[in-house]
Nanobody
C-alpha cells in the first residue's frame, strides 16, 4: 500500500500563489507517475498535471503556464506550484500515484486539500 498526504491548500486571492505538497509513504517502489487532480462542486474529477518517473510532464490546458509540477525523490514528495490563480481553480485537489507491479498498474489517492480562490 501507498499512503499519500496532501498539504498546502487554503484561501488565496485571485492572482495569488499556493504550493501543494504530497508526501508518499509505504510501498513506494515502482511508482511510475505522480499526478494532481481536482474536483470542483458539481463537476467531475479532472487531471491537472502529471509527472513520470523519468521527469516528463503534462498539464491540463487550463493551467499551462501557471502551474508547475515537480517531485523530490529523496523526500518522496511531489509538489504543485500554482501561480496566477483564478476563481475557476477553486476545487479539492487530490494527489495520485500510479505503481506498476509486473503487468498491473495500481492507483493510490490522497484525501485531498481544499483550494479556494476568492477575493
Amino acid at each position: 500500500q501507498v499512503q499519500l498526504v496532501e498539504s498546502g491548500g487554503g484561501l488565496v486571492q485571485p492572482g495569488g500563489s499556493l504550493r501543494l505538497s504530497c508526501a508518499a509513504s509505504g510501498n513506494i517502489d515502482n511508482i511510475i507517475t505522480m499526478g494532481w487532480y481536482r474536483q470542483a462542486p458539481g463537476k467531475q474529477r479532472e487531471l491537472v498535471a502529471r509527472i513520470t518517473s523519468s521527469g516528463a510532464t503534462n498539464y491540463a490546458d487550463s493551467v499551462k503556464g501557471r502551474f508547475t509540477i515537480s517531485r523530490d525523490n529523496a523526500k518522496n514528495t511531489g509538489y504543485l506550484q500554482m501561480n496566477s490563480l483564478k476563481s475557476e481553480d477553486t476545487a479539492v485537489y487530490y494527489c495520485n500515484v500510479q505503481r506498476k507491479i509486473i503487468f498491473t498498474t495500481y492507483n493510490y489517492w490522497g484525501r485531498g486539500t481544499q483550494v479556494t480562490v476568492s477575493s
